[in-house]
């Protein structure tokens, strides 16, 4: 496509087929058709008006052909404004688009921001706290669970299976006992959060309530149970091998108390881990709402810059469409002027070629009386005051 008037005045705008100036009329393209047509009709008329200056005429007093000339090109003008408005209509859309993806944006900003400083408020009450981050807490669960891993084994290896499953077992021992001490600390959590709300939820207090001392009694038992189950093995083992391993009695009290203290500690140090938890909660759920501020923020520019493209865009057009008009203004002078020149020369020519005593004076050559003038039928009336001297001479010479 060839630039218009005002392409060299693109300045950032948005892009696209929608948006681009339409093509320049074929009239401003190539106008050789044009002149071709304009100079065989500017001859005829030349030719016409060098016999008489008004057939060709309106009543205004302008030749017809000049006003076809102007018919042609405020049709032009009319076609290069419709054909401006669908690009221009593109532009307005995308602008009113992108300000009301703005102002959704700035809303949901705005929710975000008091959001945000409810939680910041939240933050800066839990950052008191003290306990364990997630790594200390994982490193100490997997010492204690290493430190009950030894007569878990001892404990497991009077089982009547294979070896493999014997470790397994032994394995799946220390984990529970793990796994029990952090689901008490978890329930004990649970029993504070609805002490808090216990107006409102009295069952609920109930039910945390239960479900604690059942986490931490059962844990208690287990331990117990795996101590008797323990005893019991050693006992086996002692009499199998006549007395070489001593009984279990001591050993399965020191061991169940070991695992007891084990558990305890697991238990305290997921009290600890759990007491930071809703700083750590706070602390994400701000990462996140930081995280949507941006994308918000982000849409908010983007529409921003398209509410600026789109303006310049409609600046764009309506100059390059003013643009186009003077040019089809300034083509419809220059054809008219072009038109009356040749119509000049052409009448010129036309009334050199006429000859120029077409219309001499005929002379009475048997009498002495005054010639009668010659009259053109056609555009000159009868000459009666020479006609009445003539007729009074001649009686006056009788």
Do not use: C
Not at 35 to 46: F, L, M, P, V, Y
Not at 176 to 182: D, F, T
Not at 299 to 318: G, H, P, S, V
């Amino acid at each position: 496509m060839k630039g218009n008037a005002n392409t060299s005045a693109r300045a950032a705008r948005l892009r696209g087929r929608q948006f681009a100036a339409p093509p320049r009329p074929a009239i401003l393209r190539s106008d050789r058709r044009t002149r071709i047509a304009d100079k065989a009709n500017a001859w005829s008329t030349g030719s016409v008006m060098a016999k008489d200056d008004q057939v060709l005429l309106d009543d205004d007093g302008q030749l017809h052909y000049r006003s076809l000339i102007d018919h042609e090109a405020d049709g032009a003008i009319a076609s290069v404004r419709q054909s401006y408005e669908t690009p221009k209509g593109n532009a307005r859309e995308a602008g009113q688009d992108a300000e009301l993806r703005q102002e959704d944006a700035e809303r949901e900003l705005a929710e975000l921001d008091d959001e945000d400083r409810q939680d910041e408020v939240i933050e800066d009450r839990l950052k008191q706290r003290r306990g364990l981050k997630p790594l200390g807490y994982a490193l100490l669960l997997a010492l204690l669970y290493l430190i009950t891993l030894a007569y878990d084994v001892a404990a497991a290896s009077g089982l009547p299976i294979a070896p493999s499953m014997q470790t397994l077992a032994a394995l799946t021992i220390g984990a529970l006992i793990m796994v029990a001490a952090h689901w008490a600390a978890h329930k004990e959590q649970d029993v504070e959060e609805m002490r808090e709300r216990q107006p409102e939820n009295p069952e609920g207090l109930r039910q945390a309530l239960i479900q604690y001392l059942a986490a931490v009694f059962s844990a208690i038992a287990l331990i117990i149970g795996i101590g008797l189950w323990r005893y019991f093995t050693f006992e086996a083992e002692a009499k199998a091998t006549g007395g070489i391993f001593a009984g279990g009695a001591a050993a399965n009290i020191a061991f169940t108390l070991l695992a007891l203290v084990a558990f305890f500690a697991a238990y305290l140090a997921g009290q600890a881990y759990l007491k930071l938890h809703p700083l750590r909660k706070i602390r994400a759920k701000r990462e996140r709402t930081r995280e949507r501020r941006k994308l918000q923020q982000n849409l908010i520019d983007t529409a921003e810059r398209i509410k600026t493209q789109a303006l310049l865009t409609l600046q764009f057009l309506e100059h390059d469409e003013a643009g186009v008009v003077r040019q089809i203004e300034a083509w419809r002078e220059a054809r008219k002027d072009k038109f009356m020149h040749d119509v000049r020369v052409r009448e010129h020519r036309q009334r050199q070629k006429q000859p120029k005593n077409a219309t001499a004076p005929i002379n009475d050559t048997h009498t002495n009386s005054p010639p009668v003038i010659a009259i053109d039928p056609m555009f000159n009336g009868i000459d009666l005051g020479g006609l009445a001297d003539d007729v009074k001479t001649r009686a006056n010479h009788r």
